[in-house]
């Protein structure tokens, strides 16, 4: 009896460690539409540099990525989103404590060589190209994706630059049906010449070969010299909660980079955080990718941050 109980003691310790190993070596990602090229690609390094690492990615507009968090109360040890505000919006304080920025993009129309009137579009007619009937456009959800708010200020913007008063409004009430919950979501649409052009981050454009029209910087929400201006315009989105919502401001476009705290393995997804930010790896991706970096960037939560993460951020 007493060698079958030390039998199965050591049976259930090797067990435990087994799985406890199986633990360490398991990492959460949430990450926005925009970023799954060069993510997979910065994954599929991150697990060359650690064998046997076993990554579970899931890719959505980065509200709906919060509300996994928020709402059904799932697991992630990384949360990457599109727009810095979302992480401050909807997880600070209650899901997060903080808050890295790490990347950049800007807002562009992107198109085919088969869309329509694409041989005649620029600068200083896109909008009434795009209004026209015959032309078909989509552009994806603002509640889930900051994709989908941006482009509407960008609309809004649009309004003065273009001495076009109601140019957002018209916009938002053609082509409803092309509404997709993010934004590479529509790019099958467009490939498939459902759609003549869907407003769409220049990175992505550029990752997929695809034309893309250049919007003027007054508009197009880069980061740079232009950010009072875009202030001057915002849009409403849902909030925490069942009739909440959140006002978001125009800003320069920011991608933001968190660990949650029901994060289940915090010792990889620090690791994970050092290899995106670090200027031959993850940040050098990105940048291959088409998307700027922005590290090290003002951080709003700096004084919550891990120190081994300080050197990424200012305060």
Not at 83 to 96: C, F, Q, S
Not at 138 to 165: A, F, M, Q, V
Request: proline share 5%.
């Amino acid at each position: 009896m007493r060698r079958q109980f030390q039998l199965i003691s050591f049976l259930v310790v090797f067990v435990s460690t087994m799985f406890g190993q199986t633990d360490n070596k398991k990492l959460i990602i949430f990450h926005a539409g925009s970023l799954a090229r060069p993510f997979a690609q910065i994954i599929q390094n991150f697990q060359e540099e650690n064998p046997g690492v076993e990554i579970l990615k899931e890719i959505a507009g980065s509200r709906a990525c919060a509300r996994k968090i928020t709402d059904l109360g799932k697991e992630c040890d990384i949360l990457a989103s599109a727009d810095y505000e979302v992480i401050d919006n909807l997880l600070i304080p209650e899901y997060a404590d903080w808050n890295l920025k790490f990347a950049a993009n800007e807002m562009t129309i992107v198109y085919t060589k088969q869309s329509r009137l694409a041989d005649q579009i620029n600068q200083s007619n896109w909008h009434e190209i795009l209004l026209k009937k015959e032309i078909n456009f989509g552009r994806s959800d603002p509640n889930n994706d900051p994709c989908g708010y941006r482009t509407i200020l960008t609309w809004k913007l649009s309004e003065s630059y273009y001495n076009h008063p109601g140019l957002a409004e018209k916009l938002l009430k053609k082509n409803k049906e092309y509404v997709r919950p993010k934004e590479v979501d529509l790019l099958a649409l467009l490939e498939a010449g459902e759609l003549d052009y869907i407003f769409l981050y220049r990175s992505v454009a550029e990752q997929h070969k695809l034309p893309f029209l250049l919007l003027p910087d007054s508009i197009n929400l880069k980061e740079g010299k232009c950010t009072e201006l875009y202030k001057s315009v915002s849009v409403d989105v849902t909030g925490k909660k069942p009739g909440e919502y959140v006002t978001h401001m125009g800003t320069p476009m920011l991608y933001g980079v968190t660990i949650p705290h029901n994060a289940p393995n915090k010792t990889l997804a620090n690791k994970f955080i050092h290899f995106l930010m670090n200027e031959d790896k993850g940040l050098k991706i990105l940048r291959e990718n088409g998307q700027p970096t922005v590290v090290p960037s003002l951080c709003e939560s700096y004084n919550k941050l891990p120190e081994e993460f300080k050197p990424y951020a200012l305060k």
